[in-house]
């Protein structure tokens, strides 16, 4: 639990119609062990909701702040 | 002549039956809330206890437009208050000055790409802006929408939490108001709304947005106000929550539940009154849907508000709430003696119709008639004489009941002197202060069925506390 193996449901819950559950589930996507900057890029590359990708920068910036 | 006289007489009587059943309504409003009231200061400390670990997450959505000298220290304000957890969005509504600069150099803002979902269109956000130093703090620099409500529901928009307050950049909260407003929510889950006890802030003393000490204004104007605004806070809304009846949350001050307010498409724009347009549709979208509900009120002073010092702003402010009230009522005329909508839609709405919107038509034509009787010798000296005395009488006890309720729960007054100051004023105020009202709300009334187009009228602001 907590690898990548969850990517896929963790990614379907980013296109969740409740922004919390996107938020939670794009905190939860950058911390699944062995996730790195490229699998995050490929990631982003599949998302096909524009909601989900702009969660994904969200997070991303968030997680950047010092 | 004689068909005349008895028309007269006819006319009077109407009159007299709507002076005693507008005040016989007032004075049951009044007891109620001193019913209300000892049973809400009775749980109050214990709630508090037992709800402080509680605490539901409320976001603050505070709109500014060209409050560059005053935002800083209201922001300061607002993080400073004491409550667990609460996020502060400022939305900066195309300010033509250094609103957003200001922002952006007090409090370290920088752009960060915010995942901001619009439930509620708005004028188009140009940017979402975090702070370094306080990572609850953010901006949404929109473009002018021209209405408060537009840049209120671009704040909801950005709202996280399931509650959420609205207010003024240049109102002053008491540090405890957000303990205090959400126990409402807490304690009924079914509360869309809340409101709170607005103050005047004039001749207190405010040091950095914070209310330091309770003083009484010097300036008469604004001394009246602070006994109107008791009476209507602590004798009328709390009397209308009881039967939850409440069909105005003061602008200055509401709390509100998120999802219901985007459900019935946040705040109207185009909407004079915007604050109780909003209550008044919460209303109508609950009745509609069937569900149960609650928009509660709480009595404690959360809110402290600068009041105009001056005619001419006091004219303005009061022109436009009536036709602000005018214009609600029309527009939600559908909830009057709606089915299913108990005390809001059968008794608060005709109330309003009948005794705030068409008071001072009645009023006025009422002491025209009554001097004409008086002066076609239909009516003796003192019958006029008790008539006057009655409605004076009448007056002051509301006024009174209002100070006697504020003195046996919050005791904000410090000093017996105050307390005689504002005995003082209830007095005085019946002579001249409230048959002026009822003229500027007649002609507001009248403006208003005329269906002339008038601006939102600028308020001069005296801030004087922001030094």
Not at chain 2, 129 to 151: C, F, H, T
């Amino acid at each position: 639990l907590g690898g990548l193996a969850e990517t896929e449901t963790v990614t379907r819950l980013m296109c969740d119609k409740v922004w919390w559950v996107r938020y939670r589930a794009g905190q939860a996507l950058l911390k699944l062990k062995g996730m790195t900057a490229d699998r995050l890029e490929a990631v982003r590359a599949q998302l096909g909701d524009a909601y989900a990708r702009d969660m994904l920068e969200h997070v991303r910036a968030e997680a950047a702040i010092p | 002549m004689n068909a005349l006289r008895h028309a007269l007489a006819a006319v009077q009587w109407g009159f007299l039956g709507y002076f005693v059943a507008l005040n016989a309504v007032y004075l049951g409003l009044a007891f109620i809330a001193i019913w209300r009231l000892r049973g809400y200061m009775g749980g109050r400390s214990a709630a508090e206890r037992v709800y402080s670990h509680l605490q539901m997450p409320i976001s603050l959505v505070v709109p500014a437009y060209n409050e560059a000298a005053t935002i800083a220290t209201s922001v300061r304000a607002l993080l400073q208050l004491r409550y667990q957890h609460f996020e502060v969005i400022i939305v900066n509504d195309g300010s033509k000055d250094d609103t957003l600069a200001t922002l952006i150099r007090e409090f370290e803002m920088t752009p960060f790409p915010e995942a901001y979902r619009v439930q509620i269109k708005t004028r188009p956000v140009r940017g979402v802006y975090r702070s370094a130093k306080y990572p609850n703090l953010r901006v949404i620099d929109k473009e002018n929408g021209g209405s408060k409500a537009d840049a209120s529901n671009a704040g909801i928009n950005a709202a996280r939490y399931p509650i959420f307050y609205c207010g003024d950049a240049d109102s002053i909260l008491d540090p405890h108001a957000l303990e205090h407003v959400v126990r409402p929510f807490l304690e009924d889950p079914s509360t869309v709304a809340c409101g709170g006890t607005v103050r005047i802030i004039n001749g207190c003393k405010v040091r950095g947005g914070v209310l330091e000490e309770v003083g009484l204004p010097r300036n008469p104007l604004a001394l009246v106000q602070v006994v109107e605004y008791l009476r209507a806070f602590l004798g009328g809304r709390l009397g209308w929550s009881a039967i939850n009846g409440m069909l105005i949350v003061s602008g200055a001050f509401g709390v509100f539940h998120r999802d219901t307010v985007v459900e019935a498409g946040g705040y109207k724009h185009d909407a004079i009154g915007e604050d109780m347009d909003l209550v008044v549709r919460l209303h109508h979208l609950m009745v509609k849907r069937g569900r149960r509900y609650r928009v509660a009120f709480i009595p404690d002073p959360v809110c402290w508000t600068d009041a105009p010092e001056d005619g001419s702003t006091l004219k303005k402010q009061r022109m436009r709430w009536q036709r602000g009230l005018a214009q609600c009522l029309w527009i939600n005329r559908e909830l009057c003696f709606l089915r299913g909508s108990k005390a809001a839609g059968w008794l608060a709405f005709p109330f309003f119709v009948l005794f705030e919107l068409l008071s001072p038509l009645v009023e006025v034509a009422g002491l025209v008639v009554m001097a004409v009787a008086f002066a076609m010798g239909m009516m003796t000296g003192a019958g006029f004489l008790a008539f006057l005395l009655a409605a004076f009488a009448l007056g002051l006890m509301l006024s009174t009941t209002s100070l006697l309720l504020e003195e046996l729960s919050f005791h904000t007054y410090p000093k017996a002197r105050h307390l005689l100051a504002l005995f003082g004023v209830s007095i005085l105020e019946n002579f001249g202060y409230r048959q002026l009202m009822s003229v500027w709300r007649l002609h507001a009334l009248y403006q208003w069925m005329s269906g002339a187009k008038i601006g939102w009228g600028e308020m001069k602001r005296k801030a004087t506390w922001q030094q």
